[in-house]
């Protein structure tokens, strides 16, 4: 592994009850109490999980998601008590709800695939004949999905079998859509003032041992969420052309064209050190346009042993 991206970390804190890995974040348990959040470099696309890091990734992921939650802490409580290293987020220890809550502004990506396939009911939601590809629904309609484990999907569940299955209570679920929604409607408010439409994201949320429902995990980066470029929206729809996207859709239909779907038998495609240079040029692209501000590359010289230092650190500082 290169010393200028991590893809894996195997660090041993003070306390440590235990490790999780996602598909993207490495999450350390502190003495039952905190958790310690790593956003690596890696790159998922279809649930895979690709072979080689993107230099910056994960800092950009970190820090556009630690941003934007303290730009929403006022209307939805999170888990988030620090970021001392660019790479890591440290807050509530949180038992997640196991279902995504995705929500969409426009017929983009997965439910425009679905669309074109013939279905008109996507999560239980109903959606109406005669749409195209990007256009905008009435009002933002929730699409949630269950919660995967590495290496297996998300699948799409209705509100009605998420309270059948009881995998989330209907008081809690209630909660979670009005936090959604409050959530989208910021993010936006934000998203306009740069000049973007949020077109599609997700959230997730979990309760604290107080029994709290705070917002957890990422929020409105380009690896959560769909943004399109306000200047030209209408002009293109009306011309049936693509839209202008900020997301990591760009991977997505690169794989794609390289005859990868995440599907059984199918092989990732070789990503040569110049394609990867791309990617990580895009995602910095992606973090200045949403966050309208320049990004700052963190030291990359030997990034565990920075990470390691500054969580030490804070860890210590609050002993």
């Keep these: 592994m290169t010393s200028n991206t991590i893809i894996a970390s195997d660090f041993k804190f003070p306390n440590q009850k235990g490790v999780y890995k996602g598909k993207v974040r490495e999450v350390y348990n502190i003495n039952n109490e905190q958790l310690v959040m790593i956003a690596t470099d890696r790159l998922s696309a279809f649930d895979v999980v690709m072979p080689k890091g993107i230099p ?13 939650m303290k730009a929403t802490e006022d209307i939805v409580p999170n888990w988030l008590t620090a970021t001392p290293d660019p790479n890591v987020a440290i807050g509530h220890l949180c038992e997640p709800f196991k279902v995504e809550m995705v929500i969409r502004g426009y017929m983009s990506g997965h439910a425009a695939r679905e669309y074109k396939a013939g279905k008109r009911l996507l999560c239980g939601v109903e959606l109406p004949e005669g749409m195209k590809e990007n256009d905008k629904f009435s009002e933002p309609i929730i699409t949630p999905a269950t919660k995967a484990e590495m290496g297996d999907h998300d699948e799409d569940i209705s509100r009605e079998d998420i309270l059948k299955r009881g995998i989330v209570s209907e008081d809690d679920y209630l909660v979670l859509e009005d936090y959604t929604r409050k959530l989208f409607q910021r993010g936006t408010e934000i998203a306009a003032s740069r000049g973007l439409i949020l ?30 470029y306000t200047d030209g929206y209408q002009e293109r729809q009306e011309n049936n052309e693509p839209q202008k996207q900020l997301s990591k859709e760009f991977v997505r239909q690169w794989l794609i064209s390289n005859n990868f779907q995440g599907l059984e038998g199918q092989t990732v495609p070789e990503m ?8 990580s040029e895009r995602y910095i692209e992606l973090y200045e346009n949403i966050m309208g501000e320049k990004f700052v590359k963190a030291d990359v010289s030997n990034i565990q042993s920075r990470i390691e230092a500054n969580v030490m650190s804070y860890l210590k500082s609050i002993a």
């Design 199 to 228: 077109v599609d994201t997700k959230y997730e949320f979990g309760k604290t041992k107080e029994g709290k429902i705070v917002l957890i995990d990422e929020i409105h980066t380009p690896d959560s969420s769909r943004y399109f």
């Design 272 to 279: 040569s050190d110049e394609y990867i240079h791309t990617v």
């Design 56 to 68: 910056y990734k994960g800092q950009i992921l970190n820090q556009i998601a630690t941003s934007m």
